[in-house]
C-alpha cells in the first residue's frame, strides 16, 4: 500500500515540474501583484513577448474593473 501510495505521488510531482517549463499564460492570477512580477522573469530575453504578455494582462484587468462595476 505504501508503495504504490509512494509511486502515484512521485508520478504526480513528475506531471507538476514537468508543467512548469514554459512561459506563463496570461490570467487574472498571472496579472495581479506577486503573480505579474513572477510571470516578468520567465521573458527577460524576449521583449516582444513579455510586452504581449502585459498588454493582454492590460486587456484582462480592464474587462474585470469592467465587471466589478
Do not use: W
Request: glycine share 8%.
Amino acid at each position: 500500500m505504501k508503495n504504490k501510495h509512494s509511486v502515484v505521488c512521485m508520478i504526480g510531482l513528475s506531471i507538476a515540474l514537468i508543467g512548469c517549463d514554459g512561459v506563463p499564460t496570461p490570467d487574472s492570477a498571472n496579472c495581479s501583484g506577486r503573480g505579474m512580477e513572477s510571470s516578468l522573469t520567465a521573458f527577460k530575453k524576449d521583449e516582444a513577448a513579455r510586452q504581449a504578455f502585459i498588454d493582454k494582462c492590460t486587456e484582462i484587468n480592464r474587462e474585470n474593473a469592467k465587471n466589478n462595476n
